[in-house]
């Protein structure tokens, strides 16, 4: 019944848009010309009422539609897959207004029916993809599989183009170093020949030894100089190896590579595989060698060596796929897989990862082409079934019959299915479902059952009835809307959200413009909108309202508005005021104002409304859009109306309203010449150069100057004729704005002498005053704390988190980093967020040590003080453990399930709340403290998965440099 309402109404307002070409000036409307446009309606109006006055008018064809689609799987998936299609085919028609008056809400509605018949079990074959395709696809995989450096342990080993990091230190380094127990570090090439040198050990051949063995050979090389002689090897850039990837791969071609790649990494590089491809089959071609792998091992987890790593110079090959199933339904991974010669039913079904719950296995069906027929052989029973190419099989759904279950929907809390005793009748039910909602129709509902000839029957019934109910009965209880006894209101035009909504008695204007979201921000006609009103005889009244006085809260103004009304608010372009023109000048055939509407709003579409270029003289390299911005400046956009002339759609922009387009002739131009402006400028850069342009015009157009400018001190470097001299001439802005410029200017703004950017930093977490503070020159943490009246009760400040952000690109600059990782990595504005650590807080003196000096941009946090301790890493059972002074660190792990066989259990370490690390072997009798953090690491020295391990050489660097810069800004 909704439905109809809207249909009538929707009728009603396209023959009332057609009228809103009327004269809105006037403030009366001619009702002869009203009935005339709209007589076509009076015949549905006049059995408006009729339609809406009682249920036994609502069509019983619909309301068996909506039962079937509750409770008739095979009816309701045929319905929405009508639906779909019908939906898919209105939204490719840009002229579907009248259908449907929302797109964005049908493209919705559209993707949940799309998502309920998959939830239902329906699949669209044409869609079904490649087992393995969207793993490489994936472009989130990035990170795991195309990572710019790996982390590798000290069994890594060492070829000639690797770069490494050599430390050593002794307690009598007095060769090397003036201070005892001093470190000295290498950043060390090893050349084509595997050889290393280092300062006061020679050359050393390490190519082909693991890290290990060249510390091992190093230290010994040490002890026999050195007292307590300790050497650590750790690598900074591994070499690259290029291997070729062929055949059915997105992107086939030649990549560079670091050589802890395997053959996955390859084809992720090249941008995945096609749907044609053979993940089964792949091949390394190496040294005239074939190694054939199955790629499906590594994707299934049954054998991660089946990632073969890659040699410099192999050639990957994924051959064309030759056969393949696909598999649909209750199966927990859909999709087309390659299969072998013995493949039956059932290992394909493994190969998807078996039935999901709810499967109905006694439906299973294999669809094949036999010659030019389709076949369909039932394989419930027959497991051992030899599969062939292109065979596809279905795997059936267990339907949700219910034999003790009962449906109830409409007006009610809560839908759905509920069980049904013996003898529970209706109340029953719908205490079970919450109880009804508001404006429930209480004279009648429905229930619908399936007889005993399997013939579905309605049974209407009243809620005094309180009726007996059977298993399999679906009730359906209606709102006062479903049967037309509320009533509605449009809304329509210039507001936020146009549609129909919900009166009440009394409802003005007003109440309906703010149901509707409110007037739209800007362009809105205040001066008149119309309600526009059916009458008892079936005529049209239109009465105007002024939404001016409205808003200035004119009580008379803001009249009631009564059912079925519709409420048209205007736009300033509907009744002809506020019109967009665009000026044109110069070389056009017609100067003058032109308008912009629609899609005319291109350069090339305004020169053809003035005329078109004139014959001859025009300057084609160039033309100008002057444009007004919102502070008042103009802005000067350059054109090229050449390459417009050659159909450059990019060049051929769109103006905007109060734009003025200048088209030049040659007689006026000659080439642009440009001047620069640099320093406390808000947009520095180039310029074009006119004739007696001064500073000051220079200064408007590059938006002006900082608030950090000295404006007495600006030096303006300018070039004689021929470009041999060059003089500097300063210039006091303030006593001369109007000093005139010349070509190639160069002009330089400096900044204020003892000019400071106001620092700031921010306190947060448990502190009684948290928020941004001010902070001068020297400003300690000590001192912000105290003005911020230090800690709320409960709160830690032993796990106090001071971060800083550091550039470190100057520090980056002195390592040694290639030039390929400069051109990777942008180091000009690079920053590091560090946590600066071993802060203390002594609770006697109550203050922190040592009192950090703080910088613009620090962050303090002070967190809440908690009672437990954190386990993390390789442990059974990691995660929070209530804290208990009274045991050991062994005990807390035993409380986490213990220590894993793949844990390192020597380089166990400890974090404090303050960003302390303390290592298993300096523990000694210290206990565990609350908050802290216990970390059990992976055994990096046995033969684990790489990819688990990676990290940029960023991070480490960064890692570094942050170190330094915080124990400088500490100490």
Do not use: C
Request: hydrophobic letters at 35%; proline letters at 2%.
């Amino acid at each position: 019944m909704k439905n109809k309402i809207v249909i009538l109404l929707v009728l009603l307002l396209i023959n009332i848009i057609s009228y809103g070409e009327v004269n809105l000036a006037n403030n009366s409307v001619s009702s002869g010309t009203t009935i005339d446009n709209l007589s076509n309606l009076n015949s549905n109006l006049s059995n408006l009422n009729s339609n809406l006055s009682s249920l036994n008018n609502v069509s019983n064809n619909n309301v068996n539609n909506n039962v079937n689609d509750l409770n008739l799987e095979n009816n309701e998936i045929n319905t929405n897959k009508k639906q779909l299609n019908n939906n898919k085919e209105i939204l490719k028609d840009d002229n579907s207004k009248k259908k449907i008056e929302d797109k964005k809400e049908l493209e919705r509605q559209t993707e949940d029916l799309y998502s309920k018949l998959k939830k239902r079990g329906f699949n669209d074959e044409n869609n079904i993809s490649m087992f393995g395709s969207s793993f490489f696809n994936n472009k989130s995989n990035s990170k795991q599989f195309l990572p710019s450096v790996v982390s590798v342990g000290k069994n890594y080993i060492l070829s000639n183009g690797d770069y490494i990091l050599v430390k050593f230190w002794s307690k009598n380094f007095s060769e090397l170093s003036n201070t005892n127990n001093s470190k000295q570090g290498y950043n060390v090439y090893i050349d084509g020949s595997g050889n290393v040198f280092l300062n006061n050990f020679g050359a050393l051949y390490v190519r082909g030894k693991s890290i290990k063995e060249v510390e091992k050979e190093i230290k010994e090389k040490g002890n026999k100089k050195y007292k307590d002689f300790n050497v650590d090897i750790s690598l900074l850039k591994m070499r690259s190896i290029k291997v070729f990837v062929l055949g059915e791969v997105n992107k086939p071609g030649n990549y560079i590579l670091n050589p802890m790649s395997g053959i996955v990494s390859s084809i992720y590089m090249a941008d995945g595989i096609t749907q044609n491809a053979s993940l089964r089959n792949a091949r390394i071609l190496r040294s005239g060698k074939t190694i054939d792998v199955d790629i499906y091992d590594f994707l299934l987890g049954k054998d991660e060596k089946s990632n073969i790593l890659l040699k410099d110079g192999d050639v990957v090959y994924v051959p064309v796929i030759k056969s393949k199933v696909t598999i649909t339904g209750e199966i927990k991974r859909a999709g087309s897989y390659e299969f072998n010669e013995k493949d039956t039913v059932e290992s394909i079904i493994k190969l998807a990862g078996g039935f999901l719950d709810n499967a109905y296995k006694l439906s299973v069906k294999l669809k094949r082409i036999s010659g030019d027929s389709l076949k369909v052989f039932d394989v419930s029973d027959k497991k051992d079934f030899v599969v062939k190419s292109g065979d596809i099989i279905e795997i059936g759904k267990i339907k949700n019959n219910f034999e003790n279950g009962i449906y109830i929907y409409g007006n009610i809390v809560r839908p759905g299915l509920y069980q049904l005793n013996k003898n529970e009748r209706l109340q029953e039910i719908l205490k079970k479902a919450g109880g009804i909602l508001p404006d429930t129709y209480f004279k009648r509902g429905d229930i619908f059952r399936i007889g005993k000839d399997t013939l579905r029957e309605k049974i209407p019934f009243s809620f005094e009835e309180n009726p007996e109910l059977k298993t399999g009965d679906t009730i359906f209880i209606y709102n006062l809307k479903d049967i037309g006894e509320r009533s509605y209101v449009t809304v329509m035009g210039a507001v936020k959200k146009q549609g129909i909504y919900e009166s009440f008695k009394n409802s003005k204007v007003s109440d309906a413009i703010f149901q509707a979201g409110g007037l739209k921000d800007t362009r809105v006609y205040l001066k008149r909108a119309d309600i526009f009103r059916v009458e008892k005889d079936g005529g049209i009244n239109v009465i105007p309202v002024n939404l001016g006085k409205i808003l200035d809260g004119d009580k008379k103004a803001d009249i009631e508005l009564k059912k079925y009304d519709t409420l048209k608010v205007y736009n300033i372009e509907d009744v002809g005021e506020g019109r967009e023109y665009v000026t044109v000048l110069g070389s056009v055939k017609k100067q003058g104002s032109y308008l912009l509407y629609g899609n005319n709003r291109k350069v090339s579409q305004i020169i053809f409304q003035a005329g078109g270029l004139k014959d001859t003289g025009v300057y084609l390299k160039r033309a100008d859009i002057f444009r007004v911005e919102k502070d008042g400046g103009i802005n000067v956009i350059p054109v090229n109306l050449g390459k417009i002339l050659d159909g450059d759609k990019k060049s051929d922009i769109e103006l905007k309203k109060y734009d003025t387009l200048r088209v030049y002739n040659y007689s006026e131009v000659k080439e642009f010449s440009k001047v620069y402006i640099y320093g406390e400028i808000r947009a520095a850069g180039k310029y074009d150069y006119y004739d007696k342009m001064t500073i000051n015009d220079l200064i408007f157009h590059a938006k002006g100057l900082k608030n950090s400018s000295d404006k007495t001190k600006v030096e303006v470097v300018r070039n004689s004729v021929n470009g041999e001299k060059t003089s500097v001439i300063d210039v006091d802005i303030n006593k001369n704005p109007n000093f005139k410029l010349q070509a190639d200017d160069q002009i330089f703004v400096r900044k204020l002498i003892n000019w400071e950017k106001k620092a700031t930093v921010d306190i947060s977490g448990y502190v009684n005053y948290p928020g941004k503070y001010s902070i001068t020159k020297n400003e300690t943490l000590n001192d912000v704390m105290k003005r911020a009246e230090w800690f709320k009760k409960g709160a830690s400040p032993e796990g106090i988190k001071l971060y800083r952000k550091e550039k470190i690109a100057s520090e980056l600059q002195n390592i040694n980093i290639d030039s390929d990782m400069k051109k990777t990595i942008d180091i000009s504005n690079l920053t590091a967020n560090a946590r600066i650590v071993n802060l203390k807080y002594d609770s006697n003196k109550k203050r922190f040590i040592p009192d950090v000096i703080l910088k613009d941009g620090d962050a303090i946090y002070i967190p809440e003080k908690v009672n437990y301790v954190k386990i993390i890493g390789e442990v059974y059972l990691p995660g929070i453990v209530t804290y208990n002074q009274n045991i050991s660190l062994d005990n807390f792990l035993d409380l986490a399930g213990g220590i894993k066989e793949t844990a390192a259990k020597n380089k166990i370490f400890v974090i404090r709340e303050n960003g302390k690390t303390l290592r298993r072997g300096l523990f000694g009798g210290m206990k565990i403290k609350a908050g802290d953090t216990i970390v059990i690491p992976k055994n990096t020295t046995e033969k684990t998965d790489w990819i688990k391990k990676t990290m940029t050489v960023l991070d480490f660097f960064i890692r570094v440099v942050t170190a330094y810069k915080l124990a400088e800004a500490t100490f």
